[in-house]
Each structure stands twice: as C-alpha cells, then as structure tokens.
C-alpha cells in the first residue's frame, strides 16, 4: 500500500536493491573468495571485520546529512522550547 508521498514504492525499491546487492555480494564470496590468497595476518583481520561497519556508518551518515531539515526562521519560531 503506498501513502500520498509514494513512500512504500521507495521503500521497496531501496529493499529490493538491499536484496539484489545482497545475492551479488553472497555470490562473490562463495565463488570467487576461495581463488583469492589474503594471508593471516592481524591488519587483514581488522580490515575485514571492522570494514563493513564502516561503510555502514558512512552510509547512515551521508544519509543523514542530506535529510536534515535546514533551519528556517520559520523552524526556529515554531520549535518547541527545552526548559
């Protein structure tokens, strides 16, 4: 069902981009990983564990930036009040 700003059609657009990135990223690592050597070393370890966290958080962040309200002198009048 899709509201009056066409949310639900963005959303299940970003989740079936999710899904097919997902699949591809599954694939190339049941396939292709075993034919790559990466040696056993600690900087290889923290690069693959730590990596996909961020980029994660680069992802949220840039996501972030760009939906911010910017501040008007309308927002700022309307604003609530912090006691």
Same mark, same amino acid.
Request: aromatic residues 6%; hydrophobic residues 50%.
């Given at each position: 069902?899709?509201?009056?700003?066409?949310?639900?059609?963005?959303?299940?657009?970003?989740?079936? /981009?999710?899904?097919?990135?997902?699949?591809? @990223?599954?694939?190339?690592?049941?396939?292709?990983?075993?034919?790559? !050597?990466?040696?056993?070393?600690?900087?290889?370890?923290?690069?693959?564990?730590? !990596?996909?966290?961020?980029?994660?958080?680069?992802?949220?962040?840039?996501?972030?930036?760009?939906? /911010?309200? /910017? @501040?008007?002198? /309308?927002?700022?009048? !309307?604003?609530?009040?912090?006691?």
């Amino acid at each position: 069902m899709e509201n009056q700003h066409g949310h639900a059609t963005q959303s299940s657009a970003f989740l079936l /981009k999710l899904l097919l990135f997902s699949i591809l @990223l599954s694939l190339l690592i049941k396939y292709a990983a075993p034919f790559l !050597s990466i040696s056993a070393t600690i900087a290889n370890v923290l690069i693959m564990v730590l !990596s996909p966290t961020m980029i994660m958080a680069t992802c949220f962040n840039m996501e972030n930036t760009n939906t /911010k309200t /910017k @501040l008007t002198a /309308k927002n700022i009048v !309307s604003a609530p009040k912090i006691s």
